[in-house]
């Protein structure tokens, strides 16, 4: 008799769970996405109880999100220039103190509303942190035509999170208590932080001294607002979860207007939405073979308006739950898709950087869809709030139809071996700077409007990779002479752009040499600032001798 379990494993949805670190992260991961739904459910009831003021309630959510928005690209950069597996353990490590020290002050009777409010702002904290370094780490653990299906399998621990996490939180604050749910986290957060600490990450070589936080920051705002595709990754994820946050900031009122409906219907409704993402993600690997990422964008925006217009339209238990299930399957799609398209748009030195700013996109679409869709319902009904935004959702989508996630064939980031510097150089300091490089070229008139789009491409790249400023000059007295300068911040962040150096770099490199004319490669020049000695101004030539002071 056939294994079903057996055969869902050797399913392609479920590949990258056959390798051990993977699995080791992916379960970690579940463990973290179980104890925020956990927490989250405990605090909202635990403020319940601790006072009567809707306020401080709802101040419950804004606690366990807020850092995110205030430490979205901190923790990026941070991710991006400390050990990462070190960085993702320190997270657990952190909720399970954060998680104890709750149960114990629950145990005590010793919390108030404003210290539940601290504890749960700094556990959120956790949250902000450890998303972009588990979205960095994934691509490093598994292969890259597998990477899609990981991904996926991220948002399944997600959506299984969701279903189980608030389901066994609810029956342990039933049966014990506030403080039995705060020390399940701890215990889970534990566990995840042993699955971590057996991963040994490959070390990065480097003879660099590591990038400083500030401008790691600069440097992952600056490369993700130089690269075309992620711009339109940032925009196509603000917008749908703006359109999307509408259903799951009103299902709770949706709900008590089902017939028979209440807290029993808002959690059918809400595993309804999970299963259904889950679901979809194990059909990924065969319906990617027929549809491409646009083609998922598209139909997934489109199918949620439609089945969010269906639950708002016919509330009925038989007309609800399968238009959620449904509901579930686009949002898991579309969200996939988006999250798979900037993991493939940002090379590995910068990824966690860029994923974290993808976090604030989300978080935004989400804060400010939940904002106005609320309003809407507040002065109209709930009905008519999700049916705006579903509408809403496909004006977008039409408006920005020209907006397309696949920009361009995907580039190919693999690291490239770090390429020494031409000509004797002279001692210089790490941090002197600012460094200008110069290349010449001679392009022939004919080649002329090729090398512009070239040199327009390698102006993106340039500054992706960090410099601060670049340019083309034409020389005014000698056909065809280009002069293409950028600038550097100093020395180690000269070097450090060598390292950064990939096949996509070194393709667009080629491109560039094959217009050069001559019959030696472009001369590249590299100057470094010199520093003037600061000295007294020289006396004015028929200026009379100061006078000597007058005693006293």
Do not use: C
Not at 214 to 222: N, W
Not at 286 to 305: H, I, K, N, P, W
Request: avoid cysteine; charge should be positive.
């Amino acid at each position: 008799m056939p294994n079903p379990l057996a055969g869902l494993m050797s399913s392609p949805a479920l590949a990258p769970l056959r390798e051990r670190v993977f699995r080791g992260l992916w379960l970690a991961w579940l463990a973290a996405n179980l104890t925020m739904w956990m927490h989250d459910v405990s605090a909202a009831w635990l403020m319940t109880q601790l006072t009567d003021s809707a306020g401080m309630v709802a101040l419950v959510s804004s606690a366990s999100t807020l850092p995110v928005f205030l430490l979205g690209i901190a923790s990026g950069a941070m991710a991006d220039i400390v050990d990462r597996r070190m960085f993702f353990a320190a997270t657990q490590l952190w909720v399970s103190v954060v998680a104890l020290l709750l149960a114990l002050l629950a145990l005590a009777d010793g919390l108030t509303p404003q210290l539940l409010l601290v504890l749960t702002f700094v556990n959120g904290i956790a949250l902000a942190l450890r998303w972009p370094v588990f979205s960095a780490i994934v691509p490093d653990v598994v292969p890259r035509p597998q990477l899609p299906e990981a991904l996926a399998l991220g948002a399944i621990s997600a959506n299984l999170s969701r279903v189980i996490g608030p389901v066994v939180a609810g029956a342990l604050l039933a049966a014990s208590g506030p403080a039995a749910v705060f020390t399940l986290n701890a215990v889970l957060a534990v566990v995840g932080f042993w699955l971590i600490w057996r991963w040994k990450a490959e070390p990065q070589a480097s003879a660099l001294p590591g990038e400083r936080f500030v401008g790691a920051m600069r440097v992952g705002v600056q490369h993700v607002w130089q690269s075309p595709r992620m711009r339109i990754v940032l925009l196509r994820v603000f917008l749908f979860f703006f359109q999307a946050s509408a259903l799951l900031a009103l299902l709770p009122l949706l709900a008590r207007r089902i017939e028979g409906g209440g807290a029993g219907m808002y959690t059918l409704m809400m595993a309804a939405l999970g299963l259904g993402g889950i679901s979809a993600a194990l059909q990924f690997p065969r319906l990617r073979e027929r549809y491409g990422r646009d083609q998922f964008v598209r139909y997934g925006t489109m199918a949620l308006a439609l089945t969010a217009t269906l639950v708002a339209a016919l509330p009925t238990p038989w007309i609800a739950l399968p238009a959620m299930l449904l509901a579930g399957v686009a949002w898991i799609s579309t969200a996939n898709t988006l999250m798979m398209s900037a993991q493939f748009a940002l090379p590995n030195w910068v990824r966690a950087r860029g994923m974290s700013i993808v976090q604030m996109a989300l978080m935004g679409g989400t804060a400010s869809g939940a904002a106005l869709w609320g309003q809407v319902a507040g002065a109209s009904s709930v009905p008519a709030a999700i049916v705006a935004s579903a509408l809403s959702g496909v004006l977008l989508l039409f408006a920005t139809r020209r907006a397309s996630v696949t920009w361009g064939a995907d580039e190919d980031f693999s690291p490239q071996p770090v390429r020494t510097l031409e000509g004797k150089v002279f001692d210089v300091r790490p941090d002197e700077g600012p460094v200008m490089v110069t290349v010449e070229y001679q392009v022939d008139d004919a080649d002329a409007d090729e090398f512009a789009r070239v040199m327009r491409a390698t102006r993106r790249a340039r500054l992706r990779q960090g410099v601060l400023s670049w340019g083309l000059f034409r020389d005014a007295t000698r056909p065809g002479r280009y002069l293409e300068y950028f600038v550097d911040e100093n020395w180690v962040e000269h070097l450090r752009r060598h390292e950064r150096f990939t096949a996509a770099d070194q393709g667009l490199r080629a491109r560039r040499f094959a217009l050069h004319r001559g019959s030696e490669p472009p001369s590249v020049q590299r100057f470094v600032a010199a520093a003037l000695e600061a000295s007294d101004p020289p006396a004015a030539p028929d200026a009379a001798p100061p006078s000597p002071p007058s005693p006293r």
